[in-house]
Nanobody
Framework: QLQLVESGGGLVQPGGSLRLSCAAS????????IGWFRQAPGKEREGVSC????????NYADSVKGRFTISGDNAKNTIYLHVTSLNPEDTAVYYC??????????????????WGQGTQVTVSS
């Protein structure tokens, strides 16, 4: 059974940092493109970052460029999203998602087949 589990969210002050994790089971992440999305209350789900299979390429939404970094650990079958310089507008539930695709470039659109349950990030003083 293919499963993605996010962790690492929490309450953080403005300017703070977190490392979000997306652990996969039932399949090898190395063959999949992985995306990170977020959804704030009353807003649509937004793609924030993605990494293509085998880490060939990465992409970031303009709103997080320079602050968020996506990376992977093949040995742990886990993708990370390091989020820094957080502000209240970053408050949302963060989801990771996976898709098997031949495309070299990853997408920030929600075209992904497998989704995790999400982890809450709250930025507040």
């Amino acid at each position: 059974q293919l499963q993605l589990v996010e962790s690492g969210g929490g309450l953080v002050q403005p300017g703070g940092s977190l490392r979000l994790s997306c652990a996969a089971s039932g399949f090898t992440l190395d063959y999949y493109t992985i995306g990170w999305f977020r959804q704030a209350p009353g807003k649509e789900r937004e793609g924030v970052s993605c990494i293509s299979k085998r880490g060939g390429s990465t992409n970031y939404a303009d709103s997080v460029k320079g602050r968020f970094t996506i990376s992977g650990d093949n040995a742990k079958n886990t993708i990370y999203l390091h989020v820094t310089s957080l502000n209240p507008e970053d408050t949302a539930v963060y989801y990771c998602a996976a898709v098997m695709t031949v495309q070299a470039m990853c997408s920030l659109y929600p075209i992904y087949d497998y989704w995790g349950q999400g982890t809450q990030v709250t930025v507040s003083s």
